[in-house]
């Protein structure tokens, strides 16, 4: 059989060729992030990539640096203890919006709130992939999904404005039809310093746009061409994406707000003095 | 009496829950579980069945909304699988100290790290002790005739007790099988409407759930295992009632070919009835050799299974979880519990296997009959083994 020839070290080889369905953005996310990483210039074994479950949780088994695949639910507890004791590198949670805002949703409120220093990329595609398409908070209104066959009549989450009412200080929605712009705006989270929370929008053919319909996914690549509009540095006020209403894109915020491990670090300073010893972390 | 119909075993599940008329389902999907939810969600979408259907974020979730709707005095009904058992594990303890009737089925599967979809027994053995009654199926038919048996049992006032179904994942839980399926109006002769003893009702409010000082926590204690212990005479007679009108006759503890069996394997869930063709074969090489299972777990049905076991010499275990660097697995460790001290003890002879989905072969069933054997002609009882390791137990060969 022929090896597909991968685009960068920072993929492994030897687990190709992937689970991800024909169509999946799940893939095209990750080739951003890879190259993103290599502009970043952030070595190899400086970069670690914790993961929950789900199709998009498979990436910390592609990628070829440490990385973590968790439990679902749970990758931003691993990582807020991975990215404290390593407070030299770079912690990258790659999970889907069912791990990161269902199962999860607690922990995504308190590890933005504590603006603990890492990246989230979020995939959301709108449904919980691996488990066969059930509803999501983030499966638009009257949207289809297994437990929802008439219609999602839920509220859904926008997340960019959760992640900023929350405390995030880098919060970003891309596509994964905007692989420029996606590489770009990962390439800043990198180098930002605090919680950074990048949602990519990405197709599920298999689930999700079968059973709405949606047809082939180059139709929802489309869609996002033509629906998008990006709106940089603006916040996050009237991103929601409801249905018919423009798609909202954007790096929408970028500020500067002390990380958790600094807030730790002054207020014992301040109480202890020159007792305190900063942790440095483990080598 | 209905035709069999060709269905995956979990949208049996899911059938003969709606059959139930539960009220409330509250679920949150897990592999190899998803099936029977989902199909509940479907039934209740095209009102099919006229209950709640609760698509939660979590299985913490799940498990505090069914708390929630069986206090309210609804008939409540979930499933679950692995993680997400292990997610619920601090509710399992409320629903069963509340005296909550859940009926909950658990499509067995393997514990991470590492990840694992496969099925064994880890999920459920590891919640043995949460104080809900335990049962497990063999196969599709006797799953699906379960759920009623269990909301009977669940639901009898002097039960009053969350029940899990546990039946094996995959190897049941997506096989296709013939079944033969209850109607609503079989099962509603069956099983009357649900009367809750007592709800949350703003007419006559209560608390539940309180804080238990230690004045009185040993008491709630106590009254608990008596719920749990003095189980056993509801479920018989609904297992009794249940023969009785349909003709499937269900009972704590089942054998096959036991009674003149100097060696007894003892084993739980579908492995039995693979092993039930391995035994028809060693029969006709003229080994006395037998399979008694576990149907009823919690509570333990002492009686039933010292009968079954009586006249074997050697019982060979096969568990499908195990307590590391502790006495080996839950099933042998209850076996040799029940034995100790009894005259004329059977020996106990015990492997762990099939673990994440390995399969249990007839290479797994002649290992452990091999064990037997030997101790049967006279040897020393092996200490516990997990067998089926590539390089053997502790890399021995
Ligand atoms: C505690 C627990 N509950 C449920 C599951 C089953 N499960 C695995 S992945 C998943 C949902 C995945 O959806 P999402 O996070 O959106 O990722 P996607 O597959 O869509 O990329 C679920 C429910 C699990 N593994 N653990
Ligand atoms: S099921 Fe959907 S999310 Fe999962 S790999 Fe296939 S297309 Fe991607």
Redesign the pocket.
């Known amino acids: 059989m022929n090896q597909p020839v991968l685009l960068s070290p920072l993929l492994r080889q030897e687990r190709m060729p992937h689970i991800w369905c024909p169509g999946c953005g ?1 893939g095209v996310s990750l080739n951003c992030f890879v190259r993103a990483v290599e502009k970043s210039g952030i070595p190899q074994d400086r970069i670690h990539v914790v993961s ?6 498979r990436v910390a088994g592609y990628v070829n640096v440490d990385s973590f695949h968790t ?3 749970r990758a931003l507890c691993f990582a807020t203890g991975l990215a404290l004791s390593r407070p030299d590198s770079r912690v990258v949670v790659y ?6 805002t ?2 999860g949703g607690n922990h995504l409120i308190h590890t933005a709130r504590r603006n603990v220093d890492m990246v989230v990329i979020c ?3 709108f ?5 066969g398409g ?1 509803v ?1 908070p ?1 499966t638009p209104e009257n949207m289809k999904a297994s437990t929802t066959p008439y219609g999602n009549f839920e509220y859904t989450f926008n997340l960019p404005a959760l992640m900023e009412a929350c405390g995030a200080t880098f919060v970003s929605r891309w596509t994964v039809f905007h692989v420029r712009q996606l590489i770009r705006s990962l390439e800043k989270a990198l180098k930002h310093r605090g919680f950074s929370f990048i949602e990519v929008l990405s197709p ?1 053919p298999t689930l999700y746009m079968r059973r709405n319909r949606l047809g082939n996914p180059l139709n929802m690549m489309e869609q996002f061409k033509e629906r998008s509009v990006i709106r940089n540095g603006e916040g996050t006020a009237g991103t929601s994406l409801e249905e018919g209403a423009d798609l909202i894109v954007g790096d929408f915020i970028e500020v500067r707000r002390a990380t958790f491990k600094e807030c730790y670090e002054r207020r014992m300073t301040e109480v202890l003095g020159e007792r305190f010893v900063p942790y440095e972390g483990v080598r | 009496m209905a035709e069999r119909k060709g269905i995956e075993v979990s949208l049996a599940i899911a059938e003969s829950a709606s059959a139930c008329n539960v009220d409330c389902i509250a679920a ?4 190899p579980q ?1 099936h029977i939810v989902e199909h509940l969600s479907e039934l209740v979408a095209d009102g099919e069945l006229d209950a709640e259907f609760i698509p939660v974020e ?2 913490h979730a799940a498990m505090s909304a069914c708390c929630g709707t069986a206090a309210a005095g609804a008939r409540t009904f979930t499933a ?1 699988s ?3 058992l ?2 619920m594990h601090e509710i399992l303890f409320i629903a069963a100290n509340l005296r909550l009737p859940i009926v909950m089925t658990v499509a067995n599967r393997a514990l991470s790290a590492p990840i694992n979809i496969w099925n064994d027994h880890s999920d459920v053995m590891t919640e043995r002790d949460v104080g809900w009654l335990q049962i497990f199926a063999e196969n599709g038919q006797e799953a699906a005739d379960l759920v009623p048996i269990c909301h009977k049992i669940a639901e009898d006032k002097r039960v009053l007790l969350p029940i899990m179904l546990n039946f094996d994942g995959f190897i049941l839980s997506h096989v296709v099988e013939p079944i033969e399926m209850l109607s609503r109006d079989e099962v509603a002769n069956y099983l009357p409407p649900y009367e809750p003893q007592q709800r949350l009702d703003i007419d006559h409010p209560i608390t539940m759930g309180p804080v238990g000082m230690p004045e009185v926590y040993t008491e709630a204690k106590m009254a608990h295992e008596h719920a749990v212990r003095s189980a056993y005479g509801p479920i018989c007679e609904h297992l009794d009632g249940f023969a009785k009108m349909f003709g499937r006759a269900y009972h704590p503890v089942e054998s096959y070919k036991a009674e003149d069996a100097e060696i007894l394997f003892v084993m739980m869930g579908s492995a039995s009835e693979t092993a039930m063709s391995w035994v028809d074969e060693v029969r006709a090489a003229g080994k006395k050799v037998g399979i008694v299972r576990f149907r009823l777990w919690r509570p333990l049905p002492v009686a039933d299974f010292k009968k079954a076991i009586a006249g074997a010499k050697v019982l060979g275990i096969i568990d499908r979880h195990f307590s590391p660097g502790g006495p080996g697995g839950p099933v042998a460790q209850e076996v040799k519990y029940m034995m100790y001290g009894e005259k004329n003890a059977p020996k106990v002879v015990e492997v762990v296997a099939g673990l994440g989905g390995r399969d249990l072969d007839d290479d797994a069933f002649n290992n452990l009959f091999d064990k037997c054997s030997k101790v049967l002609g006279g040897g020393d009882v092996p200490p516990f083994e997990l067998i089926q390791v590539r390089g053997g137990h502790y890399g021995k060969a």
Do not use: K
């Open positions: 799940v929950g479950i789900g199709c998009t949780g439990t679902h639910g999970s889907g919006d069912g791990d990161l269902a199962i995939v959301n595609n449904t919980y992939g691996m488990t059930q999501t983030t599920c | 949150y999907p897990i592999t998803t979590s299985e679950t692995s993680q997400g292990a997610l």
